[in-house]
């Protein structure tokens, strides 16, 4: 499924048309035929994906226990516990990034993730990067090193893997 274009189909959409699919689409989530595919695709011990709403990424973690609605997991790369929702575990590996059709500068909400590292002009002209600690309503908290800042998603732009190989040796 290609996420992008449904985000962009959904872009004139109310808040009612919005808030109406949500229902139909919650109704769906917890439907037990899908709770059972999942529950069949993944076993105790093993490595889950799932997709974390908070920090806008796929998450790796080892399921720990099955519940009748949730599956507790430990997340590995800090090690906390979550107990998940099953349809949040990507069990068929598909593609979750957004790319948002916009005229305007800089990145949307979708497109940025926390721990991605982000770069933009500060208030001296000067070019600044850093890693995404986290997602605002209207602004990201980006740190480096030396400081902290609070940048609107307007004056973000995306730092290429190359460039984040050439900050780590800085």
Do not use: C
């Not at 600044?128 to 990201?140: A, P, S």
């Amino acid at each position: 499924m290609n996420y992008s274009e449904i985000i962009s189909a959904l872009d004139h959409a109310t808040g009612f048309d919005l808030f109406r699919l949500q229902s139909a689409i919650r109704l769906m989530l917890d439907d037990p035929k899908r709770i059972i595919e999942v529950k069949k695709a993944i076993q105790i011990g093993g490595i889950v994906e799932y997709f974390d709403t908070s920090e806008n990424r796929i998450i790796s973690a080892r399921v720990l226990k099955f519940q009748r609605a949730r599956v507790d997991v430990e997340n590995l790369e800090d090690g906390t516990r979550w107990s998940i929702p099953y349809y949040a575990i990507n069990i068929h590996k598909v593609d979750t990034t957004i790319v948002e059709r916009r005229k305007k500068q800089g990145l949307g909400r979708t497109e940025i993730s926390i721990g991605e590292t982000v770069g933009f002009i500060d208030g001296e002209n000067r070019e600044q990067y850093g890693k995404v600690i986290r997602l605002n309503q209207k602004t990201v908290t980006v740190e480096n090193e030396t400081m902290g800042w609070r940048v609107p998603y307007s004056m973000l732009f995306k730092v290429l893997e190359e460039a984040r190989g050439e900050l780590s040796s800085l």
